[in-house]
Every structure is written in structure tokens, then in C-alpha cells.
């Protein structure tokens, strides 16, 4: 067992103007502050220089962000629903890389309206089964989150979603941790 830090990608997926993305991954990302077990790099789609059409040939901010995929141990996907899915913008994201999604677990916070972005996160755990990536059963979901949260970001009523946050990222810790010393033993072969 490594005692290093999990190297976990904490990945914003909607790029909307207006969203409510940053509030919610500011919790999950102070949350995370307290995890001694977790490396964070956050990616902020919104920030990123990423194509609208797939490239052919990938641009220096196209690899610099599959570059970062790579070098992570774990995901969690920050995700809002939207019209019952997920954003295109994440799709796309996710579609940049292949192999660096491999034989690695993904963790999900959701947000949305009433259903919380839950059928995001179902549709999401298909996309990642294709990327031979490992999805992490529990989640944390917001339904109809901007009432969820108080002026700073602090979840009003944070007893379950703290709870259901430290189940999600002990599973996430135990599966990264389990899947890099198996890479790390065997390369994985897709």
C-alpha cells in the first residue's frame, strides 16, 4: 500500500455562463481540504482552451489537459443536468483522452433539479464503462441546489451531504489507491 497522496482531478463539467458549477465544487473542493489521502487539481472546463469540433490533431491546451487526465490516480466529476443529461462540454472532454480514463475510478457530485442530476451521473456511468474506468456507487447529489446553499457556498443543511461526501471519496480513495498499485504491478490492457 503507497502512502503517497491520490493524485484526484476534480473536474468541473459545465462551461455555462451563470452556472451554478463553481458553488458546488467549492464545497466538494473545501471539503477535500480536509483529505490528507488527496492530491487535488481542479479543472474548470469554463478555463480550459478546449475545441468545439474534435481536432484531428490536438492543440498544446488539448494535450496539457489530457495531460493532467493522465497523471491522475482518481476523478470526481462535478456535473449539473441538464434537459435529463449531461453537458455537451463534458462529453467532449472526456472524449479528448481514452487511455488516461483507464483502470481508474470516477466519483460523481450532482446537481440539478428535482431529480439532482442523477440522470446525468446514470448516463455518465456508461460512458465511463466504455473507457474501461471504474464508477464509484455512491454519490453526492443536490437537488434543486441553489436552494441547497447559503450565501457563502456552505451547504445549509450539511449532515448529509458530508456524510454522503466522505462515503463517496473513502470508496473513490480505496479504489484509486487499489487500481494504481494494480497499474503500477500489471499495465492494464484495453
Not at 27 to 42: C, G, I, K, Y
Not at 135 to 159: C, L, W
Not at 164 to 177: G, Q, S
Request: avoid cysteine; aromatic fraction near 10%.
Amino acid at each position: 500500500m503507497s502512502t503517497d497522496p491520490i493524485r484526484l482531478v476534480v473536474l468541473l463539467g459545465s462551461n455555462r455562463e451563470g452556472r451554478f458549477g463553481p458553488t458546488v465544487a467549492g464545497w466538494l473542493l473545501r471539503h477535500l481540504a480536509s483529505r490528507p489521502d488527496f492530491e487535488v487539481d481542479f479543472l474548470d472546463l469554463a478555463d480550459q482552451e478546449l475545441p468545439v469540433v474534435f481536432p484531428a490533431e490536438p492543440s498544446p491546451a488539448v494535450r496539457a489537459f489530457v495531460s493532467r487526465l493522465d497523471r491522475a490516480d482518481a476523478f470526481a466529476v462535478v456535473t449539473p443536468e441538464y434537459n435529463h443529461g449531461y453537458p455537451a462540454s463534458l462529453k467532449q472532454a472526456i472524449d479528448l483522452a481514452n487511455p488516461e480514463w483507464h483502470a481508474k475510478p470516477v466519483g460523481f457530485v450532482s446537481y440539478g433539479g428535482i431529480s439532482g442530476g442523477l440522470r446525468a451521473v446514470e448516463q455518465l456511468r456508461q460512458v465511463f464503462a466504455e473507457l474501461h474506468a471504474t464508477t464509484i456507487r455512491d454519490t453526492v447529489s443536490f437537488h434543486s441546489a441553489p436552494a441547497q446553499f447559503d450565501a457563502e457556498g456552505d451547504p445549509i443543511d450539511p449532515t448529509a451531504v458530508d456524510a454522503a461526501a466522505k462515503t463517496m471519496l473513502d470508496h473513490l480513495a480505496w479504489w484509486a489507491e487499489a487500481l494504481r498499485t494494480a497499474r503500477s504491478e500489471r499495465p492494464y490492457a484495453s
